[in-house]
Each structure stands twice: as C-alpha cells, then as structure tokens.
C-alpha cells in the first residue's frame, strides 16, 4: 500500500468503511454474537443549551434495566456540528519525550479551548493522583495519539501498565481538511493519514451503526457499570457527540453502546473512565464543570462540589482532547 493516500482515495476508503461496518484491522471478535439489546430508558431531560456556536449541551437521565440492580447515569451530552466547518479538535502533547499527567482544566484553559475532556487510557502505573506534587509526571499513552498533525503515540501503542487484552484500536480522528471519522487504527503498518488530530479508546462500542460494547457478565471496574466518557459520531460524519456518566452506579459497555446509539450515532468509542471522566467548559471565572468527577479526595487541586454536597476530584490524566470553537478565542 502506498505510504501516502489521496484525499480523494482517503474519502473513498473511509465511506466504504463506515458503509460496510468493518474498519482497518477489524477482527472476528469485533463482530461476535451480542447479548439482547439493552433495556434503557432516558428520563428527565434538561433543556438544550447553546454553549458555543455549534455546540450544544444536555443532560438525561439513563436508567438501564437488563441487569439486576439497575443501572443509573446521569449522561453529559455535547452535541456539536463538526461539519460546519468551524470547530476542530485538539489534544495533548509530549514534553521531553513523555505526556506530562495534567488535569483537563489545565489543558483547556492552557491552550484556549472552549470544552475539554479526558481522551486516551494511559499507564496504570501512573494512576491515580490528584496532588500538585504529580503534576506533570511522565506517563505513556495506551493507543494511537496525534497532536497538530504529529504523532504522539504510535498505532497500536500497548506499554507497560496498559491492559494487555484490550485491543486499543478505535479511534477519533479529525483530518487535516477539517472532516472527522471514527476508524479502527491497528493497521499491519502504519498509513501517512493527513491526520490532524487522533485520541484513541479502549474498545469500539458502535460501528457501522451496531452495537460492539462489550458484554462479559463482570462487576470488575472496567467492564461493570462505571462512570465513562465517550465520543460518537453520526453516519454523515456532520454531528459529533462527547459524552460523559457521573458515577451513580454508572453503566456498563454494552449500555454505553446503548446511550451512544440512542443518540443515532453510527460510530462510537469509549475513552478512559471511572475517576478520569471530566468534561469542563471555558467560562469567564476560567473553567467550570460539566459533569461531576467521580472521585472524592481532601486534596483537590480542582474542588467540584456535586449534588450530593461532598467533594469531587478531577483527576490528573494522560492526555486530554479539546474542541475549539472559531470566533471563541482558541488557538
């Protein structure tokens, strides 16, 4: 395969992808028999806002019942119209050769963005911290990563202290003309992609507008119900959706799957979870959250009081993604 592909013969791959439902480096256990679908439901939804031009924020309810007890969110939706042409994505960077852990506040109002969540898994080993004295602790990233057109993690990356069975294989990627896709990026050698910016997740959750979310029957962290973040995008690649769960009980992958269907989306993944999960807006006093981080600690270096009064923690993470809007002051 040549190293560098046309625009034109790029377009061409991705729509028969997203058309056919399998992607580059897709694998028989991608397509395996699924459970039945999820029995959810989505309740109490707030009103739509506008947060910046073109994106838009909501918050629902999501109560799952295929299991016993029930599993409830409430889900942070960020509905945004990439294919307006105004809005590009933008994620973390290597510094001396290693990401830096940071909070996602920090990315976003360090490099001007107007919203901010956390993107790749990255080394377990350097999980989990919320002190300034960790800030800035180098860490590998699990899965692809690109930043300003440069790649930060390689294809496939798997270092130490990232899950050696998870395929880390699905990912968000804006190109270079502006147009985003989800794609699986395991590729048997690495392709010149006029790739702009790449995060990448766990597992792919929804592709060719099928669920993929794992169902293994566990209650461990990863695969039982939890509080996630997620990215989805719809068929004609116009409207791509950022979405986060607060704790509560959280969900599981296959109910993520769920909501990210529900939202019509024809690919989605599922990015680093559980206490990383931060979604944050710039506002004028700097930042504010969007969601509630899940994880309580008595020395917070971003104090974030949730609805139960306590305090959340936003955690120190690998790699942040960041969507700035033109016009809003971005880089």
Known sequence: MPRVMSRALLAFVFAILAASGVGLGATAADARTQPPPTDCQYQNPTTPQTLFPGVGYQAVTVVCGAQQPQHQTLAHVLTIDIGSGSITLGSSTVVNGAFGLALPSQFLTGTKAQLAVNA????????????????????????????????????GAKPAGCQADYP?????????????????????????????????????LVFGGKSLGPFSGSS????????????????????????????????????????????????????DGGGS????????????????????????LAPYPNAQSQVSCERLVGTSLGVYVAGQGGR
């Open 120 to 155: 790749n898994l990255f080394n377990a080993n350097t999980c989990c911290h919320y002190s300034a004295a960790y800030q800035g602790l180098p860490t590998q990233l699990c899965g692809w990563q690109v930043s300003g057109g440069k790649a930060q993690s390689p294809q």
């Open 168 to 204: 880390f294989n699905a990912s968000l990627v804006q190109m270079k003309d502006g147009g985003v896709r989800i794609v699986y990026s395991n590729t048997p050698q690495a392709i010149e992609w006029p790739v702009a910016t790449a995060v990448t997740g766990s597992h792919m």
């Open 220 to 271: 461990t962290d990863f695969f039982g119900p939890n509080a996630r973040t997620l990215a989805g995008l719809s068929k004609d690649g116009k409207t791509l959706w950022l979405v986060t769960l607060d704790a509560a009980t959280g969900l599981t992958l296959d109910e993520a799957a769920a909501v990210m269907l529900h939202l019509d989306a024809a690919a989605a993944i599922n990015l």
């Open 277 to 300: 999960s931060t979604m944050v807006q710039a506002s004028s006093g700097g930042f504010a959250f969007l969601n509630a981080p899940a994880d309580q600690a008595g020395n917070c």
